[in-house]
């Protein structure tokens, strides 16, 4: 055997060594999830479902081992980004911030929706949820729910409220509470939450409801006061503030609630794998303490319990539309 033979021959065997050792690498690589997963929000960036997307985000980019990105598609109280989702590919590697507003109110607002609530998404499971805070600008001359009622009724249609937009549980809280107050308040909508906020510190709106979270801090800071609660107990970031049940309306209730949801006909082993990932993302400690000091209550449910969830709050919320007398649009 000649000297060029030889080293072409210890080549092939190298090769064919090398080959076979990759092979177990190339076995052992996941089929699924094995590129980004994109993480797509209805809302803007800092509002209740921004937020517990990216705690929950962060935290299946460790349990599904690739990166997982919020991808924020505001507008339309959120009917934008729920289409943008359930448009999506159905193979895994979309999944949807799934939240009151897109899948339980919109649906008893809009008459054409470019998605259907029920067969359009899967549920995965439920993630959080926080009451809505009934609050006034600092200047407002009411310390309680009874004095508010009675400022608006001195004043019928002077007073404005401010909301992220129309179909958002806070802006569907104070049309229950106006109706059961027997005052008239007007509505002035946002496109993003932290605008509408900055406008209630100013003065230029006098009132709104929303989620605890997104208020906390005007409220700790003294720029606005708060004066009822919508959950049946008092919430534990506001102790002093009563329930509105427990100021003269009982049985008043609301909560805003934030899951994850895919687009329906994901394969059942991605689905599967996914359903796993969000159940290690939750009983994590440090995510429950994301979730805690961001002021949201971690509240998982299982796909099957989620799913009867979202149907019941469908339910709830297309009867208070028409009793609250809303013409859908």
């Known amino acids: 055997m000649n000297r060029s033979s030889g080293a072409s021959h210890f080549f092939s065997l190298v090769l064919m060594v090398l080959s076979i050792g990759a092979a177990p690498a190339q076995a052992a690589k996941p089929d699924y999830p094995n590129r980004p997963v994109r993480y797509i929000v209805a809302f803007p960036a800092g509002g209740a479902s921004d937020v517990v997307a990216r705690i929950a985000g962060s935290a299946l980019t460790d349990a599904l081992g690739v990166q997982v990105i919020v991808d924020n598609r505001g507008g339309a109280s959120g009917t934008i980004g729920a289409e943008a989702a359930a448009r999506a590919t159905p193979d895994g590697y979309t999944l949807f911030a799934c939240n009151i507003a897109s899948l339980a109110v919109s649906p008893a607002l809009y008459r054409n929706l470019h998605y259907d609530p029920e067969r359009d998404f899967t549920p995965v499971g439920m ?120 100021s003269g309306m009982p049985g008043f209730e ?72 809303i013409e859908p649009q």
């Open 127 to 246: 993630i959080a949820s926080n009451p809505n805070a009934l609050s006034v600008n600092a200047g407002v001359p009411a310390k309680s729910i009874s004095e508010f009622i009675a400022l608006a009724k001195s004043q019928p249609g002077k007073l404005n409220y401010a909301s992220a937009g129309v179909g958002t549980s806070p802006q569907l809280s104070m049309e229950l509470f106006r109706m059961r107050a027997g005052i008239e308040v007007v509505h002035i909508p946002y496109k993003a939450i932290g605008t509408a906020i900055v406008d209630l510190i100013a003065g230029q709106v006098q009132a709104m409801f929303s989620t605890v979270p997104t208020l906390i801090g005007a409220v700790r800071s003294g720029k606005i006061r708060p004066l009822g609660v919508t959950s049946a107990t008092r919430d534990p970031e506001l102790p002093d503030v009563p329930t509105i049940a427990e």
């Open 254 to 325: 609301v909560i805003s609630w934030q899951g994850l949801c895919t687009p329906t006909g994901v394969p059942k082993e991605r689905l599967a794998r996914i359903r796993a990932a969000l159940g290690t993302a939750l009983a994590q400690p440090d995510t429950r303490k994301r979730l805690a000091d961001s002021n949201f209550h971690p509240h998982p449910l299982t796909p099957e319990k989620f799913a009867a969830f979202i149907r019941s709050e469908r339910t709830k919320w297309s009867k208070l539309v028409k009793d609250v007398g």
